[in-house]
């Protein structure tokens, strides 16, 4: 096994602090680079955390001087769609320029292996299900595009120079570690399953239905729930791959299977023995009516399957840790 280190950029946030414990218990010598700007510093506890941000050429120079860095796992960016559409510059700043900031210090050191968190959001509004990564790329909101862009420049960057990339294009990460230490927590909570679950603990009034006229079953919107800790595993299996010489290239992580938001919030409900008190809202901009992902080339490439196929697995563990959070 290489025993440089794996600097995971944002691995104080939710996917990667989740990834940087997976790391470790693998054996790898990690680095933990993140500004906190959403991120916990409780949420790293199995190495060093710098807390710089990637734009700064001079916190980036010192770790790539001080350490022997031999792949950049990067979680860091911003996340919120609708933030996105209402201030794309602080969205193109973050995660596009940022980017290149991190990507020109890894070609001064000679870093060549680069593990990138994309999306599904790149592409868009699907014209097929499930979505397979041969599927056009249309994003139809900035921070889609922000996620297709880096996908681009990392393409250009390998042609030209050589780094060897997995682009990682995650449906909707979900749950928490088994063990209740590590979990979701953002600062502001866009995604479903703490929604439902802070319903029940009182911090959640009610839970909005956006839309129940889609052209789904039960007509409201159908996602793909993937487990943070099969992400994590995914991580692990890309950062293998790589640096054993596999082939550059973009795998979707998903479980395959669709939820809807009415199974989601029974789903939550039956987990915890209690009604949800659920309110009908109009559609949102820019919802596609399903989203899941084909995961055959994830399994192809990395050997990769999710942990996790039950969604009451997945609230289960989220339940756990929004009763007992840490941070
Ligand atoms: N959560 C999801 O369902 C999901 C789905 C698809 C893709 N993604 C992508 O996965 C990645 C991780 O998502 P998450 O849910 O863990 O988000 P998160 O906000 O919890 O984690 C991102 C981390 O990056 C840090 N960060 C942001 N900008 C930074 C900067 N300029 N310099 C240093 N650190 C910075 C934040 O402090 C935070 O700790 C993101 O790139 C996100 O776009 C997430």
Redesign the pocket.
């Known amino acids: 096994m290489d025993n440089g280190t794996i600097l995971v950029?944002?691995?104080?946030?939710?996917?990667?602090?989740?990834t940087v414990r997976a790391l470790a218990d693998a054996g790898r010598r990690v680095l933990v680079?993140?500004?906190?700007?959403?991120?916990?510093r409780e949420?790293v506890t199995r190495c060093p955390l710098i807390t710089?941000?990637?734009?700064?050429c001079a916190a980036l120079n010192k770790v790539f001087t001080e350490h022997t860095i031999s792949a950049v796992m990067?979680?860091?960016?911003?996340?919120y769609v609708g933030e996105s559409v209402a201030n794309p510059q602080k969205y193109y700043h973050?995660?596009v320029s940022?980017t290149l900031n991190l990507l020109s210090a890894m070609l001064s050191y000679g870093v060549k292996y680069f593990i990138?968190?994309?999306?599904?959001?790149t592409y868009g509004n699907p014209q097929y299900t499930p979505i397979d990564e041969t599927h056009p790329q249309s994003p139809i909101n900035p921070?889609g595009a922000?996620?297709f862009m880096v996908e681009r420049i990392v393409a250009d960057y390998h042609n030209a120079y050589g780094l060897n990339y997995m682009c990682l294009?995650?449906?909707?990460?979900?749950g928490a570690h088994p063990d209740g230490a590590t979990g979701?927590?953002?600062?502001v909570e866009t995604?479903l399953i703490p929604l439902i679950l802070k319903t029940f603990t009182g911090e959640n009034q009610q839970i909005q239905i956006f839309g129940n006229d889609y052209d789904t079953p039960d007509g409201t919107c159908v996602r793909d729930y993937?487990h943070?800790c099969d992400l994590a595993d995914a991580h692990i299996a890309a950062l293998s791959a790589l640096l054993a010489g596999a082939e550059s290239c973009c795998v979707n992580l998903g479980t395959g299977k669709g939820v809807s938001v009415k199974k989601m919030i029974s789903a939550c409900e039956e987990v915890v023995g209690k009604k949800a008190p659920v309110v009908a809202a109009p559609r949102r901009a820019g919802d596609p009516s399903i989203l899941t992902a084909s995961n055959a080339l994830a399994f192809q490439t990395l050997g990769w399957k999710p942990r996790y196929t039950d969604i009451r697995e997945i609230i289960a563990t989220a339940w756990n840790w929004e009763q007992h959070r840490r941070y």
């Open positions: 950029v944002g691995g104080a946030g939710y996917i990667g602090s989740h680079l993140d500004n906190l700007s959403e991120g916990h949420a710089a941000d990637i734009h700064d990067h979680f860091s960016a911003f996340a973050n995660n940022s990138f968190s994309s999306s599904c959001a921070y922000t996620k294009r995650y449906f909707n990460a979900a979701e927590s953002h600062r995604h993937i943070v």
